[in-house]
């Protein structure tokens, strides 16, 4: 898969999992809240994406041609930077 493609994809799945778990935002929202909770310091809906993208690069030292992790990365930047356009970081 290209780089274009990866990204299309990557947008198609941010669209499906939107309609599935509500949009980024909100799904961003309550993940910091729960990750806060478990934590017990607080994390910004920006933060989420951004340690999920830590997650795949973590896997893609495993597995460097799984193009899934390539994808969710993409994805994970451009929730991450819906985030960050509405001042949740």
Known sequence: MGGVEALKTAAQKVQERGEVYGTPRVDMARIAAIWSQLLGVEIVPAQVPMCMIA??????????NHEDSVVDIAGYAAVMSECQERGET
């Open 55 to 64: 997650v795949k690069l973590s896997r893609l030292v495993t597995s460097p």
